[in-house]
């Protein structure tokens, strides 16, 4: 889903692979995102809603697609508010 809103084709790398990688760009200030943030992303937990559709009868009113998408699409236009953690800095 990913590769697809990125219009990316994926690549299967091996994690230690892909950290070592992330690593040296940090180390290099070629990357902004620190190695520690692709540990937390492998780490994410998953949610199952079962218990809020049966109990509840709740229902998501948007997909993840739909979410990533307004996502990329907020970061790409600079949507939100001018917030110091939003503001961002030059890498390098």
Do not use: N, Y
């Not at 949610?47 to 049966?54: E, G, H, L, V, Y």
Request: some cysteine; glycine content about 10%; hydrophobic content about 45%.
């Amino acid at each position: 889903m990913l590769g697809e809103l990125l219009d990316a084709r994926p690549v299967r790398l091996p994690r230690t692979a892909a950290r070592s990688a992330i690593a040296a760009a940090w180390g290099l200030h070629l990357l902004p995102a620190s190695p520690h943030l692709f540990d937390a992303v492998l780490r994410l937990p998953l949610m199952d809603c079962t218990r809020a559709r049966t109990e509840l009868g709740w229902r998501p009113e948007h997909s993840a697609g739909e979410v990533l998408e307004e996502f990329l699409r907020g970061m790409r236009q600079g949507a939100g508010a001018r917030t110091v953690p939003m503001a961002g800095r030059k890498v390098g």
